[in-house]
C-alpha cells in the first residue's frame, strides 16, 4: 500500500490530464504536499481547485525546477509535448536531462518519468513486453521519448540519486482526455471520425485512474528503480467496441471504416496526393465567376466521389493506421510483478466514468 | 391603468431619440397571423424612459444634467484589463466626471494609458492624487479593495468599488463603516444591473405583472480565458474563491436584487480544497420559488437566465444586454430593447454617470455598498458549507461538484 502522506512532490505537466489527476489524487487519497510547475497560469483552472504550490517555471529553464523541487521526496515528471522536431527535442528531451540535474541538486530520491509506449514503434511484435526493441519511426514524439529515455539510461549510469523509473503507458483515456474522449465525441458527431479495418485491431488502453496508480506504486517500489514499464488496462478490447462506446453516448450508430491495407499503399497515397494538389490548384487559379465555379464544385464533388470509391479520404497518417490495425497483446507481467500493479477500474466503469463526465461538462448533452 | 403597445414605445422613444428605441416584435407577426402586441405598462414606459435618459449615447446628445455641478473630480484605482476596457473609455464620455489621474502600482503601465486617453496624471499610489480628486474607480484584486476603499473614504473621497466589494463580509463590513463615518458615498461594480433588458424584467416582475416567481434556471459557463494581468482569479493567495466569488456574482447580485436572499439553499462544487471552478446551486424562497444555478469555468453552458412565474416567462442570454424573450399571459414576444449592439463601455458609462450624479446630489447609488456586502456574505456562507463536507475517500471526477 503506497502511501504519500506528509510528503512533498513535485510534479511537472500538472496543467494537463494526466498530472492534473495525479495532482487532485496526491491531494485527496493522499494528503500529499503537492508542488507543481507551471508554465501558463491562464492553464492551471483545473488545477486551481487544489490545495497545491504554483511554481512559475518551465522544463526548459533548470533555475525554476531547482527552486521547486527543494524538500521534495518524489518527482513526477509528466511533462510531454508533440509538434516539431525541435519542439519535441528542447521539451521532451532537454526538458528531462534538466528534470534530473535540477532533482539531483534537490536530494529528491525518485524521479518517475512518464514515457510512452509510444517508444516501440506503431506496430510492436505479438506479446511484446518492455524488452521488445524501440523503433525509431522518424515521428518527433515517438523519437524524443526515445531519446529521453537514453538521456535518464545515460543519466542512471553515473548517477544512482535519484533513482528513475520510467513507465510507457499506451493511449491514454479518461475524464479530460482530449485526444481519447472529448475529440471523439466532437468528431463523431460530425461525422469524421473513422474506423480503421472495421475497428478489428486490438484496442490497449490505459484508464487515467489505472495510469496514476502505476505513477504512485513507482513513486516508492523499491524494485523498480532503473526500470521501464509497460502499463495498460490488460483488458484488451477491440477498438470498433472501443469508440462505439462513445458514439452510442452520442447516438450515432455506425462509424466508418477505412482499409489500413487500401490506403497505404503507394500509388493510392499518391492519388490522395494529386487530388490535394488539383484541389489547390483550382482554388487558386479557376476565376471566380460561372460557369468556372460550378466547374470548381462539380471537380471537387467528383474528386470527393473517386477518393470514397477508393476508400483514400482518412485523416489517419501512416501511424495511426498501423496502431489502429494492429492485433495481438501487450505484456505487462512487469508492471504486475514488480510494481504491484493492478489495473483497478475496469473499461466498461471507465467508460461510464467517462460519460459522465462529458455529460457533466456539457460536452454530451 | 392603460396599456401601451409596442407600437407605442417606438414612436415616444423615436420622438425621444433617432438612434434610441425599443422594438417589439411579435412571434405571432413573423408567422402572419396579425398583430397582438405586448401588454405594457405606463411603469414600463417610465422605466424605458429612465434607460433612455441613462443611456450613454443620448447623453452624447443632450449633454450633462440640466444645471448640474461642476463635474466630479476622478481617480482609477487600478490600471488592469477592466480599467483599459471599460473604466477609462467610459469615464472619458461621461461628462458628469473629469477623469484626472490613473493610479496603478507599475506607474510605467499607468502612465502609458494616461497617454493613450489623454489623461493628466499617473501615479504609483492613491495618496499622490488624493488632493486632487473627489472621487476613485476602485478597480484592483479584491484582496486590497478594503484597505484602499478606507483610505479613499477617510480622505473624504466617494468610491465605485468593483465586485467582489472584498475578500469578506469583515472587510466590507470596515468600508462600509467608513463610508458612514466620512458620509461619502460607496458603490459596487454590479453593472449587469444596468444592461437594459434586466432593467425592463425586473420592472415588469416587481409591478406585479408576472406574478410570483414559481422558477428560475440559470447556466453560466465558458472555458476559462482572462485577459486580467495578475491573474489573480486563480490565485488562492489573492481570492477566497473561483467562479462563484468571480463570475457568478454577477448572477446571484441579480438574484438578490430581483428576490431578495433565499430561505434556504443548497450548494455543492469542485473544489478539492483550493478555488471552485464549477458550482451547482439551489436557491429555495419562502413563498414556494425556487433558482437553481450551474455555474462552470471549465466548460461552456448555454449562458442563459430563464424564469417562470404564475402569469409568465422570460429569457435572455446572460451576456445580451438587449434582448429578451417573454411570455405574458399566452402570448409570446420577442423585445428588443435597444436598435445598436450595447457594449461594457456604455454599461460601464451609465454605471459611472449613476455613481456620479449620486455623489453629487447626495443621494444612494443603484448599487450601494450594502448590497455589495450582502453577496460576499452569502457567498461566504456557500463556502462555510462546502468547508464542513467530510473529505471524499476516493477522488471525484474532475470538474463535477461533489
Given amino acids: 500500500m503506497v502511501s504519500y502522506a506528509n510528503k512533498r512532490v513535485f510534479v511537472t505537466g500538472a496543467t494537463g490530464f494526466i498530472g492534473g489527476r495525479l495532482a487532485e489524487r496526491l491531494v485527496v487519497e493522499h494528503g500529499a504536499d503537492v508542488r507543481t510547475l507551471i508554465r501558463d497560469l491562464r492553464q492551471a483552472v483545473w488545477l486551481s481547485r487544489l490545495p497545491v504550490t504554483f511554481v512559475m517555471g518551465d522544463v526548459t529553464h533548470r533555475d525554476s525546477l531547482e527552486q521547486g523541487m527543494v524538500g521534495c521526496d518524489v518527482v513526477f515528471h509528466c511533462v510531454g509535448v508533440g509538434g516539431t522536431v525541435e519542439t519535441c527535442h528542447e521539451t521532451n528531451v532537454n526538458g528531462t536531462r534538466n528534470v534530473l540535474d535540477a532533482a539531483k541538486a534537490a536530494g529528491v530520491s525518485r524521479v518517475v518519468y512518464l514515457s510512452s509506449s509510444a517508444v516501440h514503434g506503431p506496430n510492436p511484435p505479438e506479446n511484446a513486453d518492455e524488452g521488445a526493441p524501440v523503433v525509431r519511426t522518424g515521428a518527433p514524439y515517438g523519437d524524443s521519448k526515445i531519446a529521453a529515455e537514453e538521456v535518464i539510461a545515460a543519466f542512471s549510469r553515473q548517477s544512482s540519486s535519484p533513482s528513475v523509473v520510467i513507465l510507457r503507458p499506451t493511449f491514454v483515456w479518461g475524464p479530460r482526455s482530449d485526444w481519447y474522449a472529448v475529440d471523439q465525441i466532437h468528431q463523431l458527431r460530425q461525422g469524421t471520425w473513422q474506423l480503421v479495418d472495421q475497428g478489428r485491431g486490438t484496442c490497449h488502453a490505459v484508464y487515467v485512474d489505472n495510469l496514476v496508480d502505476a505513477m504512485l506504486l513507482a513513486g516508492q517500489s523499491t524494485g523498480a528503480a532503473g526500470r521501464p514499464f509497460l502499463i495498460t488496462d490488460d483488458q484488451p478490447i477491440t477498438w470498433a467496441e472501443f469508440f462505439q462506446s462513445f458514439a452510442r453516448m452520442i447516438n450515432v450508430s455506425t462509424i466508418p471504416s477505412v482499409s489500413s491495407k487500401w490506403v497505404r499503399l503507394y500509388p493510392v497515397r499518391k492519388l490522395d496526393f494529386l487530388f490535394d494538389r488539383m484541389l489547390g490548384l483550382l482554388d487558386a487559379h479557376m476565376p471566380n465567376v460561372e460557369p468556372f465555379r460550378f466547374l470548381f464544385r462539380a471537380s471537387h464533388y467528383g474528386i470527393r466521389k473517386i477518393r470514397k470509391a477508393v476508400g483514400s479520404q482518412t485523416g489517419f497518417g501512416d501511424w495511426d493506421l498501423l496502431k489502429y490495425a494492429r492485433r495481438g497483446r501487450l505484456n505487462t507481467s512487469s508492471a504486475r510483478t514488480v510494481l504491484g500493479y493492478a489495473p483497478g477500474i475496469s473499461i466498461a466503469e471507465g467508460m461510464r466514468q467517462t460519460e459522465q463526465w462529458l455529460r457533466d461538462q456539457r460536452i454530451v448533452r | ?402
Avoid at chain 2, 477623469?99 to 499607468?110: K, R
Avoid at chain 2, 484582496?143 to 465586485?163: D, F, M, N, P, W
Avoid at chain 2, 447609488?365 to 448590497?371: A, I
Fill in chain 2, 1 to 402: 391603468m392603460r396599456s401601451r403597445t409596442s407600437s407605442d414605445i417606438e414612436r415616444r422613444n423615436y420622438r425621444r431619440s433617432s438612434k434610441i428605441s425599443c422594438l417589439a416584435r411579435n412571434t405571432d407577426d413573423r408567422a402572419g397571423r396579425g398583430s397582438r402586441p405586448l401588454p405594457c405598462s405606463d411603469k414600463d414606459i417610465e422605466e424605458l424612459d429612465l434607460l433612455t435618459n441613462l443611456s450613454a449615447r443620448e447623453h452624447h446628445v443632450v449633454g450633462g444634467v440640466p444645471g448640474a455641478k461642476p463635474p466630479l473630480r476622478l481617480a482609477i484605482i487600478g490600471c488592469g484589463a477592466i480599467s483599459e476596457s471599460a473604466h477609462i473609455p467610459a469615464a472619458t464620455h461621461v461628462k458628469e466626471v473629469r477623469l484626472v489621474g490613473l493610479v496603478d502600482t507599475d506607474v510605467a503601465h499607468a502612465q502609458t494609458l494616461a497617454s493613450k486617453f489623454g489623461i493628466e496624471r499617473a501615479a504609483s499610489r492613491l495618496e499622490d492624487v488624493a488632493d486632487e480628486v473627489d472621487a476613485v474607480v476602485l478597480a484592483t484584486p479584491p484582496h486590497i479593495r478594503s484597505t484602499l476603499a478606507q483610505q479613499a473614504l477617510e480622505r473624504g473621497l466617494h468610491v465605485l468599488c468593483e465586485k467582489p466589494m472584498a475578500n469578506n463580509s469583515a472587510e466590507c463590513q470596515m468600508m462600509l463603516s467608513a463610508a458612514a463615518a466620512s458620509a461619502r458615498i460607496i458603490a459596487i461594480g454590479h453593472n449587469y444591473r444596468f444592461f437594459p433588458n434586466r432593467a425592463f424584467a425586473r420592472n415588469l416582475y416587481k409591478t406585479g405583472q408576472l406574478g410570483r416567481m414559481l422558477a428560475v434556471n440559470v447556466e453560466q459557463g465558458d472555458r476559462f480565458g482572462s485577459s486580467s494581468r495578475t491573474l489573480y482569479t486563480l490565485r488562492r493567495e489573492m481570492v477566497p474563491g473561483g467562479v462563484l466569488f468571480n463570475d457568478g456574482i454577477h448572477t446571484l447580485d441579480m438574484l438578490f436584487w430581483w428576490f431578495g436572499e433565499p430561505e434556504s439553499f443548497e450548494y455543492r462544487d469542485d473544489s478539492l480544497g483550493g478555488l471552485e471552478s464549477n458550482v451547482e446551486l439551489e436557491l429555495n424562497y419562502s413563498d414556494g420559488g425556487t433558482a437553481h444555478f450551474r455555474l462552470s469555468r471549465t466548460c461552456s453552458l448555454s449562458n442563459s437566465v430563464s424564469m417562470r412565474f404564475e402569469h409568465g416567462e422570460l429569457s435572455f442570454p446572460i451576456y445580451d444586454m438587449a434582448a429578451l424573450r417573454l411570455r405574458l399571459n399566452g402570448r409570446t414576444g420577442q423585445l428588443v430593447l435597444h436598435t445598436t449592439p450595447w457594449d461594457f463601455v456604455e454599461i460601464a458609462a451609465l454605471q459611472l454617470r449613476d455613481f456620479a450624479l449620486a455623489a453629487l446630489n447626495d443621494r444612494s447609488p443603484s448599487v450601494p455598498g450594502e448590497d455589495g456586502f450582502r453577496t460576499v456574505r452569502f457567498i461566504e456562507e456557500c463556502y462555510f458549507l462546502a468547508s464542513q463536507r467530510p473529505r471524499p475517500s476516493k477522488t471525484p471526477l474532475p470538474g463535477v461538484p461533489w
